[in-house]
């Protein structure tokens, strides 16, 4: 049996993000086609408060 060939699909990404794309090279640097204040103001903006960073009421 022949290997299929998968063909390279782009995943579905909010329209806002469109274009961004992420690698990380042999030596571990993270490169992006994205900047990072604008990555970091569309995550602030859209993603809701995560509860496990809040600080608990009992606790001083």
Known sequence: MAK?????ELPTVHP?????EMNIDSLGTITST???DR???FL???MPEDKKLKPK???G
């Not at 299929?4 to 390279?8: R, S």
């Open 44 to 46: 602030d903006k859209q």
């Open 34 to 36: 994205l900047d990072r």
């Open 57 to 59: 009421e009992n606790e």
């Open 16 to 20: 806002d993000l469109a274009g961004f």
């Open 4 to 8: 299929k060939d998968k063909k390279k």
């Open 39 to 41: 990555l970091n103001a």
